[in-house]
């Protein structure tokens, strides 16, 4: 049975791209459903202005005219061009056990790439950090939390057999909550609130939260630029990433810290882990799924760490104590047990030995990004 891969084109392939990894991950425990309405406006260009600047391509691989695979190229125009190079990315990449459609698929995005003069092949990445990155190599029996990628080792296998190698790793921790924490960051934060010309800005509704999405984003576009595959967030995305999650966040669990000029020097956003609700619901939001989700977002006990940062200049200065505080703070209160870390990378240090200090971390996941040079290059 030969592989054939086709590009998406109609309506139904486009339904097929999003609805397949269901199949592929049945009876994988540890897989969470998407959320569905979600990923038909993430992959419509219509709607996800990622699309307009960067060249995608998403294929799908048949076997006797059944569906067997999927995978996305992107070439990160905004990437490349900030950094001087010539790189395509593939992502969203699942198949079955089958080393001959996991091969088509990357063969075909790897003819894409050279047919539009890229000279490496990065993945699994998307557009940017702030979507589902790297393989799991370590931790495939342990849960997995939303925004992250849950693969089987066979990926990891059949993936180092193209001759990737491994070149950016990310470690995901968990952290049990406690009173511990708040008193060892306490007197930095009162002195930081004493001493700094600052304000902290805590939140109970969401509308009270959207005034602050384009100052937060402007504030990620300067401090995310040393994190590999970040890309500058553009307004309309900002507005379409805060369409994404606000919905799903408790704005308790959102600290910003504002200067005296109220600009955003200082964030972190948390959110229940609601990996259990979207499981049972299986990605869907009606009839009754939005129920399901909406008990998991009350009941569950895991805060889940979102997104965060410091202005460069006011890194060291404490700031993140503060919002540690008021974030476990507000956690402790709203009956959460434990801190999952999301994605760090493995180099940087700093991060890694503040959750390191903490008692009872737990590193249980690492992830890598690969990349592989691209021969013959056609301008």
């Known amino acids: 049975m030969s592989v054939t891969v086709r590009q998406v084109r109609s309506k139904d ?8 990894p269901e199949k592929i991950h ?26 307009h600047h960067n060249k995608t391509i998403l294929f799908l691989a048949y076997k ?44 075909e995005v790897e003819k894409w790439a050279i047919g539009h003069g890229c000279d490496q092949l990065v993945g699994p990445l998307g557009f940017s950090d702030k979507e589902p990155q790297g393989f799991v190599t370590m931790g495939f029996d342990e849960k997995t939390m939303i925004v992250t990628n849950c693969n089987f080792a066979y990926m990891v296998n ?10 950016v790793r990310l470690c995901q ?24 010309k600052v304000r902290l800005h805590e939140f109970t509704r969401s509308s009270q939260v959207k005034p ?18 970040f890309s500058e967030t553009t307004e309309k995305e900002a507005e379409e990433f805060a369409r994404r999650f606000i919905p799903l966040l408790n704005p308790r669990l959102i600290k910003l810290i504002t200067d005296e000029d ?9 959110m229940p882990d609601l990996s259990g609700g979207i ?16 008990k998991s977002s009350r009941k569950s006990k895991r805060l889940v760490l979102l997104l965060g940062a410091v202005k460069n200049e006011l890194q060291n200065k404490g700031l993140d104590a503060m919002l540690a505080v008021s974030l476990i703070r507000s956690a402790l209160d709203l009956g959460f047990k434990e801190m999952d870390s999301h994605l760090i990378m493995k180099d940087n240090i700093k991060m890694r030995r503040e959750i390191e200090r903490l008692e009872g971390y737990r590193q249980y996941k690492e992830y890598a990004i690969y990349r592989k040079d691209l021969p013959g290059a056609m301008e």
């Open 13 to 20: 392939d486009f339904k097929t791209f999003i609805y397949l």
């Open 64 to 107: 006797n005219d059944t569906v067997v695979g999927r995978i996305m190229g992107v070439i990160p125009a905004g990437f490349n061009q900030t950094n001087q190079v010539n790189n395509a990315r593939f992502s969203y990449f699942e198949c079955y056990e089958d080393k001959e459609v996991f091969d088509a698929l990357l063969n």
């Open 212 to 229: 602050f999405v384009q100052r937060v984003f402007k504030l990620i576009n300067t401090t995310y630029n040393k994190i590999y595959g």
């Open 262 to 270: 109220d600009n955003v020097v200082a964030f972190v956003i948390g």
């Open 158 to 167: 059949f993936l180092e057999q193209h001759n990737f190698d491994a070149f």
């Open 279 to 294: 499981r049972r619901a299986r990605g869907r939001l009606l009839p009754f799924g939005w129920y399901h989700i909406w």
């Open 26 to 51: 049945q009876n994988h425990g540890n897989w969470v459903f998407p959320l569905y309405l979600d990923e038909e406006a993430f992959f419509n260009p219509d709607k996800n202005p990622a699309f």
């Open 173 to 196: 921790y968990d952290v049990p909550l406690s009173e511990q924490i708040i008193r060892r960051y306490t007197p930095l934060a009162e002195r930081v609130r004493n001493n700094l």
